[in-house]
Antibody, heavy 120, light 107 residues
């Protein structure tokens, strides 16, 4: 069974940094692209970032470009999101999601999320 | 960036009703479209990919259609477990983008 478990969320002050992790199991991690998607409280879904299976290609939402960095460690079956210069509008539940099937940019399944709250 | 516009934003329906949700892309995305279902307090679940392909394990009452800029998700006979919020997502190009969501509520 595929499992994605996010961690690293919490309360952080504006301007500070946080690193999210996603531990993957139940599939061959280095065969698949991975993504981060967030959802602000009571709002819709926003794709944040994605990374190819070999880290050769990455992409970012305009809202986080230059502040967030996605990475992965295939030896550890882990995905990461380094978030710098955090803003109040980054407050959200952050989901880790696996590439669905053969296409890299659909998501299935998703983890249960880790909550990031940016507030002074 | 490609903007995804969903309508309606909410719909009230009864069990057994046929429900249709539309999604429009701001530019052509061929068939690079997915639909997700999200229930309160849960992670989203992939229903449809490539505009019309049913994800494994998803009931056949769900179907998708369209290509280019206009897409539709149809639930042929609404079941109690289908009351949820539905999102479309374009997978054509970065940045990947979602529609604003459609909440399907009990009438």
């Amino acid at each position: 069974e595929v499992q994605l478990v996010e961690s690293g969320g919490g309360l952080v002050q504006p301007g500070r940094s946080l690193r999210l992790s996603c531990a993957a199991s139940g599939f061959t991690f280095d065969d698949y692209a991975m993504h981060w998607v967030r959802q602000a409280p009571g709002k819709g879904l926003e794709w944040v970032s994605g990374i190819s299976w070999n880290s050769g290609s990455t992409g970012y939402a305009d809202s986080v470009k230059g502040r967030f960095t996605i990475s992965r460690d295939n030896a550890k079956n882990s995905l990461y999101l380094q978030m710098n210069s955090l803003r109040a509008e980054d407050t959200a539940l952050y989901y880790c999601a696996k590439q669905a099937g053969a296409a890299p940019n659909w998501f299935d399944p998703w983890g249960q999320g880790t909550l990031v709250t940016v507030s002074s | 960036d490609i903007q995804m516009t969903q309508s309606p934003s909410s719909v009230s329906a009864s069990v057994g009703d046929r429900v249709t949700i539309t999604c429009q892309a701001s530019q052509g995305i061929s068939s690079w479209l997915a639909w997700y279902q999200q229930k309160p307090g849960k992670a989203p679940k992939l229903l449809i990919y490539a505009a019309s392909s049913l994800q494994s394990g998803v009931p056949s009452r769900f179907s998708g259609s369209g290509s280019g800029t206009d897409f539709t998700l149809t639930i042929s006979s609404l079941q109690p477990e289908d009351f949820a919020t539905y999102y479309c997502q374009q997978a054509n190009s970065f940045p990947l983008t979602f529609g604003g969501g459609t909440k399907v509520e009990i009438k």
